[in-house]
């Protein structure tokens, strides 16, 4: 079963009456008292957040690649059929566009754009708003691809989040994106 696998790899689950039961330990914990008999000096509580944050990290970008395997598309190429659908019928996006939603060189979305052109998951066209400008547009054999591919990554996170509540896993939501809009803030104010 999928559940299990996954929580499997996680390496500390217990199952009781095939209910998951987090463990009262984890890794994370382990390594902080360590930490925390050695060198009582220092705060530890950002290592108890962001250690997790890291290996959660690990372990969802496993579940994205076995989404992606099992949908024979690449992370890349994920990516770029992903922007596409988001935009809605008729799917279709300029390079740049493309360029600004997946945070790639103009180069690197060429040649990404010419792969998926070659595995027919995209096509380009003349944009008829600008004689010189082309967009990109996803063929149904990409439409088939990505949401194939977003399906089963939703699942498998459902799986991950499983031990959680509703409520939890939105007060989760809420709380790490507060963080990542100030760490965002502290990034940017770092690079002026």
Known sequence: MVVNSIKSDVGHSRARNNVYMAPENDEVDRIVS?????????????????????????????????????SKIEAWEFDVLAALRREGHPYQLSPKALLQQTLVSSGTMTNRIDRLVERDFVRRLEDPNDGRGVLVEMTPAGLTRVDAAITRLVDAEAVLLSSLSKAEQKKLAESLRRLSIDVDEQDAAEDD
Do not use: H
């Not at 950002?46 to 395997?69: D, I, Y």
């Open 34 to 70: 360590s930490w925390n008999r050695e060198r009582p000096d220092l705060d530890f509580s950002p290592l108890e957040v962001l250690s997790r944050v890291g290996r959660l990290a690990k372990l969802l970008e496993r579940a994205r690649k076995n989404a992606f395997t099992k």
